[in-house]
T-cell receptor, first 117, second 114 residues
């Protein structure tokens, strides 16, 4: 179990540019989640996948955001035409079953910190 | 809609003191789950405990203990004999059985000074 891996750890970009983040979940986990965390706040849910299917999206996920999990393994989160308000930590998490299941808490990665200048 | 409130934004204690982090939640579901996560400066959220709404028994794990009171919708977390390594942001979170998204509180920054 190598944990949830996210790449890159840090990304600085200029307003208007596109950025893409990658998440590799724990290998046997079929559920993958993206959360966003701004400074001084708790993580906020963005979207989640069960295998390759994107089953739920938050209203926070504007049209500029798109997430994929093409083969049910790793996932990418792309932000197009970045804005300064997109600056945040983007956290990925995975679980084997629903997070409420007894032995299946969410396991989080270290996150990707995005700074939009 | 579900909501988690952590009224304490920052707490500072001296090593070996006991400290309690408060968590109050709101939900319309009768079945739900509560969590505590720790976020050290490295940024990774570390799972500490999960409690379901039917189990109001308090739990102790080493220096950590949790007090779940359904009557007051609270799920408080106590660290006994705090240590410098306990310094982190602690998040309380809730998930309804019917849902897939965790709702987090705003977190409490705990600083334990030597």
């Amino acid at each position: 179990d190598t944990g949830v891996s996210q790449d890159p750890r840090h990304k600085i970009t200029k307003r208007g540019q596109n950025v893409t983040f990658r998440c590799d979940p724990i290998s046997e986990h079929n559920r993958l989640y993206w959360y966003r965390q701004t400074l001084g706040q708790g993580p906020e849910f963005l979207t989640y996948f069960q295998n390759e299917a994107q089953l739920e999206k938050s209203r926070l996920l504007s049209d500029r955001f798109s997430a994929e999990r093409p083969k049910g393994s790793f996932s990418t989160l792309e932000i197009q035409r970045t804005e300064q308000g997109d600056s945040a930590m983007y956290l990925c998490a995975s679980s084997y079953e629903q997070p409420s299941s007894y032995n299946s808490p969410l396991h989080f990665g270290n996150g990707t910190r995005l700074t939009v200048t | 809609a579900q909501k988690v409130t952590q009224a304490q934004t920052e707490i500072s204690v001296v090593e070996k003191e006991d400290v309690t982090l408060d968590c109050v939640y709101e939900t319309r579901d009768t079945t739900y789950y509560l969590f505590w996560y720790k976020q050290p400066p490295s940024g990774e959220l570390v799972f500490l405990i999960r409690r379901n709404s039917f189990d109001e028994q308090n739990e102790i794990s080493g220096r950590y203990s949790w007090n779940f009171q359904k009557s007051t919708s609270s799920f408080n977390f106590t660290i006994t004999a705090s240590q410098v390594v306990d310094s982190a942001v602690y998040f309380c979170a809730l998930i309804e059985t019917s849902g897939s998204r965790l709702t987090f509180g705003e977190g409490t920054q705990l600083t334990v000074n030597p």
